[in-house]
């Protein structure tokens, strides 16, 4: 009976666990500063979208009211970006840098009600996936992951999002930004 439960116990710690967005995450690797170098290119510039919501807004996963969401980034150098948001009833401030430990593009954020939100960005293929970690004043977290999918040809950048909005699971969002010029 004990080389048993030794045998479950054992088997029990070599399976990896499996998450229910585990197959969102296939073909993820780490980021290069050559990658950062892209992710910048496809980001910057004015864009703007009809949004079900903004990742750290209190609308987050509201399925009736669009609001329009204006995002500025502005390649600063070969090490920053820097964003500027508005749309609702708030503004972000951000700034996007390449993090060589974590392997990453990091985006930080601040919004003018206090939301912090970090996001790690790694490259999906030719797109990227994202985990969002997000503070609240209130004290309450939410944390989230996407696919974001841009189209430099068209100046599309698609955000699926998914993951836990605080109200409750955000199955799955889409929102649609347009770029207004580089």
């Known amino acids: 009976m004990k080389k048993l439960l030794l045998s479950v116990l054992l088997a ?26 892209r992710f910048m290119k496809s980001s910057q510039g004015m864009w703007r979208a009809e949004v079900l919501s903004v990742i750290g807004d209190r609308s987050l996963g509201n399925k009736k009211d669009k609001t329009t969401y204006y995002w500025h980034s502005v ?34 954020a601040v919004s003018s009600d ?23 004043p209130d004290g309450t977290s939410v944390k989230l992951n996407s696919d974001v999918i841009h189209n430099d040809e068209e100046g599309i950048t698609t955000i699926i999002i998914r993951g836990d909005g605080g ?16």
């Open 114 to 136: 206090g939301t912090i939100s970090r996001s790690t960005h790694m490259p999906k293929g030719d797109q990227w996936y994202r985990e969002t970690k997000i503070s609240k």
């Open 167 to 182: 109200k409750g699971s955000v199955k799955e969002q889409k929102n649609v930004w347009y770029r207004q010029h580089k």
């Open 12 to 37: 029990s710690i070599s399976i990896n666990p499996v998450f229910a967005d585990h197959h969102k995450k296939q073909d993820v690797r780490p980021a290069s500063k050559e990658d950062f170098i």
């Open 75 to 108: 390649f600063q150098n070969s090490s920053c970006m820097t964003s500027l948001g508005s749309g609702g009833v708030s503004s972000t401030r951000g700034v996007t840098f390449y993090d060589p430990i974590a392997k990453a593009v990091i985006r930080t």
